[in-house]
Nanobody, 125 residues
């Protein structure tokens, strides 16, 4: 079992930055790909980015490419989402997820086995 707890979400002005953290419990974290997803009110959950178990492989949604960066610290069982140049359309609940069966990240939510409860990010214009 892996439990995931996100933090770092808050209200920020457009153009600002935030760093989200996701701390994982469980021994499989270092072998799991990790993903970030988000869900805005009235919209489906969408892929933001993913990182492979070793941290060398990353994947991003086109909407955040060049603005968001995913990293991980396996010694701390933590994955990060650095968000720069935030826009009002980035407002959403952000979730991290773990894929225990793959060392590479993917954009497909059904590939992920464990999910956190989310952290709210609100970007004001």
């Amino acid at each position: 079992q892996v439990q995931l707890v996100e933090s770092g979400g808050r209200l920020v002005q457009a153009g600002g930055s935030l760093r989200l953290s996701c701390v994982a419990s469980g021994r499989t974290f270092s072998r799991s790909a990790m993903g970030w997803f988000r869900q805005a009110p009235g919209r489906e959950r969408e892929f933001v980015g993913a990182i492979g178990w070793g941290g060398g492989a990353t994947l991003y949604a086109d909407s955040v490419k060049g603005r968001f960066t995913i990293s991980r610290d396996n010694a701390k069982n933590t994955v990060y989402l650095q968000m720069n140049g935030l826009k009002p359309e980035d407002t959403a609940v952000y979730y991290c997820a773990a894929d225990r069966d793959s060392g590479l990240g993917s954009s497909t939510s059904t590939n992920y086995d464990y999910w956190g409860r989310g952290t709210q990010v609100t970007v004001s214009s």
